[in-house]
């Protein structure tokens, strides 16, 4: 089992910047790979950005070059920081990670946190 905690969504005006948080905890021996999805009300939930314990890393393409993506693997941590946000930005985000257990490989998700952008 683990467990995600999220945190650093809120209210911001276009243009503005978040720092999003997520610390995993539980059962994390194995982890691959962190990053954030989301989902805005009556959409798909999509790709926001990806980033391997390797460094290597990936972003939705409507992020690109606004959004940066970083971890801390011995925290098991996983951070974005959203700057140039848009009204379109608006949604929940949710922290995944990836990880092998014994040779299995497990998904975990976090329970969201909501990200408005509006003036």
């Known amino acids: 089992q683990v467990q995600l905690v999220e945190s650093g969504g809120g209210l911001v005006q276009p243009g503005g910047s978040l720092r999003l948080s997520c610390v995993a905890s539980?059962?994390?021996?194995?982890?691959?790979?962190m990053g954030w999805y989301r989902q805005a009300p009556g959409k798909q939930r999509e790709l926001v950005a990806f980033i391997s314990t390797g460094g290597m890393t990936s972003y939705g393409d409507s992020v690109r070059g606004r959004f940066t993506i970083s971890r801390d693997n011995f925290k098991n941590a996983v951070y974005l920081q959203m700057n140039s946000l848009r009204p379109e930005d608006t949604a929940v985000y949710y922290c995944?990670?990836?990880?092998?257990?014994?040779?299995?490989?497990?998904?975990?998700w976090g329970q969201g946190t909501q990200v408005t952008v509006s003036s």
């Open positions: 995944n990670v990836q990880l092998i257990l014994s040779g299995t490989y497990r998904e975990g």
């Open positions: 539980g059962s994390v021996s194995g982890i691959i790979a």
